[in-house]
């Protein structure tokens, strides 16, 4: 009677520690289109060739590994493949490795030998814990040390523009050129990249909101689907993923160009945010992300109509 009431509650505890590592190891990419890790969306004839580098990014962009688009020989770089998903550290991968040795650790086996080598359930307990601190802590420092290149140079949203041109910076008047001109084969403007970093701010309001209205109003149908199943996963997992305090900080035109009636165009943004996940019922938080993101978003334009969300990447 006693084993199986023991079992029984290692059984629960190894679930409730799984369950809290599975949130923490995605708390960093729970905005939108972050838990992708890498990129999902589509750029058109580009979607497999990897876009232009910028001061704000001028590291690789992750491949596109979602998208609707097939590769196939008409796209701009034929050689390019999609890669793999690779398991970022922190992600569900190395969780997913963790969390099954704690699992065989609470049942009695696998993990340092089970918990008869902690002398007691409550002493195993504590180490696991301080061992789940200590993984975090480091998740979020390769996080941080990932991110720091991306972060000096580019447009910094502060002061006047030196000369009379202001729309090499999302904004217009508020960039500050600081690089070589980019590709753009549209002619992309001031009020193009005001579109731009008003879409950036909306669409992470919208899905902290889980407003599927306006994130099918400002995205593509596809990039929508994918905002979607988001959001009925966070549904499915009990929680919620709140954003707040959306600012641009930096940005940059990676490329422009035209595909018959359709205008492309990938900038990659810098900016600030307040995102947590919280517990849909008592409102508990679970977990912070990062306060700072640099991805590459694409947006498409058919016929003169509105600028459209149609893909996301992350830098790496």
Same mark, same amino acid.
């Given at each position: 009677m006693m084993t199986t009431f023991s079992r029984g509650r290692r059984t629960a505890a190894a679930l409730g520690l799984a369950a809290l590592m599975a949130v923490a190891s995605t708390a960093g990419e729970a905005r939108p289109g972050g838990s992708s890790g890498s990129g999902m969306g589509s750029r058109g004839s580009r979607t497999y060739s990897a876009?232009?580098?910028?001061?704000?990014?001028?590291? @690789?962009?992750?491949?596109?590994?979602?998208?609707?688009t097939a590769p196939g020989p008409t796209m701009n770089n034929p050689g390019y493949a999609p890669q793999p998903a690779r398991?970022?550290?922190?992600? #569900?991968?190395?969780? #997913?490795?963790?969390? *099954?040795?704690?699992?065989?650790?609470l049942l009695g086996s696998g993990f340092f030998g089970g918990i008869g080598g902690f002398g007691s359930f409550l002493g195993f307990l504590l180490q696991v814990g301080l061992l789940v601190g200590l993984v975090m802590l480091a998740v979020r420092f390769f996080r941080r040390r990932q991110a720091e290149p991306a972060m000096a140079g580019g447009y910094a949203r502060s002061g006047p523009p030196p000369g009379p041109n202001? @729309?090499?910076?999302?904004?217009? #008047?508020? *960039?500050?050129? *600081?690089?070589?001109?980019?590709?753009?084969?549209? +002619?992309?403007?001031p009020a193009d990249f005001e579109a731009f970093e008003r879409s950036l701010t909306q669409i992470q309001l919208a899905y902290g909101a889980e407003d599927v209205g306006t994130l099918r109003r400002l995205a593509t149908p596809e990039m929508a689907d994918y905002f979607t199943e988001e959001l009925q996963a966070?549904?499915?997992?009990?929680?919620?993923?709140?954003?707040?305090?959306?600012?641009?900080?930096? +940005?940059?035109?990676s490329e422009a160009w035209r595909e018959g009636p359709t205008d492309y165009a990938t900038v990659a943004m810098r900016y600030a945010l307040r995102d947590v996940t919280v517990e849909r019922g008592?409102?508990?938080?679970?977990?912070? &992300?990062?306060?700072?993101?640099?991805?590459?978003?694409?947006?498409?334009?058919?016929? &003169? #109509?509105?600028?459209?969300?149609? *893909?996301?990447?992350?830098?790496?």
């Open positions: 876009p232009a580098p910028t001061t704000t990014a001028p590291g @690789m962009s992750g491949p596109i590994q979602r998208s609707q398991p970022r550290f922190g992600g #569900g991968f190395f969780a #997913g490795l963790l969390g *099954a040795g704690l699992l065989g650790a202001p @729309m090499t910076g999302l904004g217009g #008047g508020g *960039a500050r050129p *600081a690089g070589p001109p980019q590709r753009d084969q549209v +002619g992309i403007g966070n549904a499915a997992r009990g929680v919620i993923n709140r954003i707040a305090d959306v600012k641009l900080l930096q +940005g940059d035109l008592s409102g508990r938080v679970v977990a912070n &992300g990062d306060p700072e993101a640099v991805e590459i978003w694409t947006f498409r334009r058919d016929r &003169g #109509g509105p600028w459209l969300l149609s *893909a996301i990447q992350q830098t790496r």
